[in-house]
């Protein structure tokens, strides 16, 4: 079971994610500038990433591995957690005003428009919190761990590449920009003793690319196409 998670998750899962792109990419170019049907692609994203939480439970339980979940909120926790999200958001900022290139992600595809949409994009947050945290920064983390005898830096990098490329429907340059975040999101498991504290940080930060920059992301994306 534990073989059959690591394979998908460092290989398929990127793999469908790239094709996944693509073909985004190709339909953005066919249909001439008409939105994508946004709820098919939260209710999606929410069942592949149980399934993959699914898996991750039951290889974590075959390798025997205690994931801790309950947080130490402490002054240097929680501001350890700020920090992070106001550093993530400042660089998506800077990244969003000052970048002269095109920006090939798909994420305007993503963010909602109506208020139903709102709706099921915060369940789908709260869902990719969870999931993704308890399988990148918990279990993975975990097994990396035990195959570089307890090297808490590079099981931290190779768990954050692989959870980058698990988001390639983003772009390259997202990719590039998530590794340090995921970092970063480890390094608020282990100050904080669990991963409470990073599902809380990932779920906010979610919430707040939409709310501050989501109007930005869309309208750039529609001034592109002309």
């Known amino acids: 079971m534990s073989l059959l998670f690591i394979i998908i998750i460092a290989a398929g899962l990127p793999f469908?994610?790239?094709?996944?792109?693509?073909?985004?990419?190709?339909?953005?170019?066919?249909?001439?500038?008409?939105?994508?049907?946004?709820?098919?692609?939260?209710?999606?994203?929410?069942?592949?990433?149980?399934?993959?939480?699914?898996?991750?439970?039951f290889?974590?339980?075959?390798?025997?591995?205690?994931?801790?979940?309950?947080?130490?909120?402490?002054?240097?926790?929680?501001?350890?957690?700020?920090?992070?999200?106001?550093?993530?958001?400042?660089?998506?900022?800077?990244?969003?005003?000052?970048?002269?290139?095109?920006d090939e992600s798909t994420l305007h595809h993503i963010l909602p428009d109506t208020n139903l949409e709102r709706l099921i994009w915060i369940l789908a947050c709260v869902v990719a919190?969870?999931?993704?945290?308890?399988?990148?920064?918990?279990?993975?983390?975990?097994?990396?761990?035990?195959?570089?005898?307890?090297?808490?830096?590079?099981?931290?990098?190779?768990?954050?590449?692989?959870?980058?490329?698990?988001?390639?429907?983003q772009g390259e340059r997202a990719i590039i920009q998530i590794i340090p975040f995921a970092v970063g999101f480890q390094f608020l498991a282990w100050i904080s003793g669990g991963l409470l504290l990073p599902m809380i940080a990932h779920f906010i930060y979610n919430i707040l690319v939409e709310v501050l920059f989501g109007e930005k992301i869309k309208r750039d994306a529609a001034e592109d196409k002309f």
């Open 16 to 57: 469908l994610t790239a094709q996944s792109y693509k073909n985004i990419k190709k339909m953005e170019a066919e249909m001439e500038g008409a939105q994508i049907a946004k709820i098919p692609v939260y209710l999606q994203s929410m069942l592949m990433q149980m399934i993959l939480c699914v898996l991750a439970f």
């Open 129 to 169: 919190a969870f999931c993704e945290e308890y399988i990148y920064r918990g279990v993975l983390f975990q097994m990396i761990m035990g195959y570089m005898e307890n090297t808490w830096w590079l099981a931290a990098v190779l768990s954050a590449v692989v959870f980058a490329f698990g988001h390639g429907t």
């Open 59 to 102: 290889a974590a339980r075959s390798e025997k591995i205690e994931i801790p979940f309950k947080s130490n909120f402490t002054y240097t926790s929680v501001a350890a957690a700020v920090a992070l999200i106001g550093v993530a958001l400042g660089i998506a900022w800077l990244s969003q005003k000052f970048s002269k290139e095109k």
